[in-house]
T-cell receptor, first 114, second 117 residues
Framework: DADVTQTPRNRITKTGKRIMLECSQT?????MYWYRQDPGLGLRLIYY???????NKGEISDGYSVSRQAQAKFSLSLESAIPNQTALYFC?????????????FGPGTRLTVL | AQKITQTQPGMFVQEKEAVTLDCTYD???????LFWYKQPSSGEMIFLIY??????QNATEGRYSLNFQKARKSANLVISASQLGDSAMYFC??????????????FGTGTRLTVIP
């Protein structure tokens, strides 16, 4: 079983709809992240959380919100989706205790907003 | 200014040959980490290799090695004995401590590697 899972894997929605992307991990990591990837660009950080009570904005947080329901669960919401939020979304986890704080990614969610 | 620059949008390599993917970075912080990730056509991001700024030796992981030249601020990925399964996008990334204490990860735009049989 994958250590970091994302649901759904693909989603097509319409402008103005509320969307939630979910991420779960079994790695036991405290740190979790949400990124988006657009064609021709690298990944950009949306939000990150270092523990259940810690939520921080990343580079491109406008139009997004997150919830850290438990150590293993971190969800991303688009309150009112717009077409330029069409992208590939990744969840990632890391563990500073391991030393390198390497981030491990989920399989991604491909979101299309019409 | 770009924190991570990958100047090769696409690269080709013959199967079983070695290939170097370039990455330069920009930071004034003495403590940072450099990462390479592989993204196959299926879309997932796979961690390949890590180099810390204080590491004296170049990192190696199987057929992957990182040519770390600190003075030049470069962290090139070398893949030896290329295989068809190495065809993918490769991303260089840097982690540096932000003012908030967070270890943000900055990605380059990637290099698409194609291995030719």
């Amino acid at each position: 079983d994958a250590d970091v899972t994302q649901t759904p894997r693909n989603r097509i929605t319409k402008t103005g709809k509320r969307i939630m992307l979910e991420c779960s991990q079994t790695k036991g990591h405290d740190r979790m992240y949400w990124y988006r990837q657009d064609p021709g660009l690298g990944l950009r950080l949306i939000y990150y959380s270092f523990d259940v009570k810690d939520i921080n904005k990343g580079e491109i947080s406008d139009g997004y919100s997150v919830s850290r329901q438990a150590q293993a669960k971190f969800s991303l919401s688009l309150e009112s989706a717009i077409p330029n939020q069409t992208a590939l979304y990744f969840c990632a986890t890391s563990d500073l205790v391991a030393g390198t704080d390497t981030q491990y990614f989920g399989p991604g969610t491909r979101l299309t907003v019409l | 200014a770009q924190k991570i620059t990958q100047t090769q949008p696409g690269m080709f390599v013959q199967e079983k040959e070695a290939v170097t993917l370039d990455c330069t970075y920009d930071t004034s912080d003495p403590s940072y980490g450099l990462f390479w990730y592989k993204q196959p056509s299926s879309g997932e991001m796979i961690f390949l290799i890590y180099q810390g700024s204080y590491d004296q030796q170049n990192a190696t992981e199987g057929r992957y090695s990182l040519n770390f030249q600190k003075a030049r601020k470069s962290a090139n990925l070398v893949i030896s004995a290329s295989q068809l399964g190495d065809s993918a996008m490769y991303f260089c990334a840097m982690r540096e401590p932000a003012q908030t204490g967070a270890n943000n990860l900055f990605f380059g735009t990637g290099t698409r590697l194609t291995v030719i049989p």
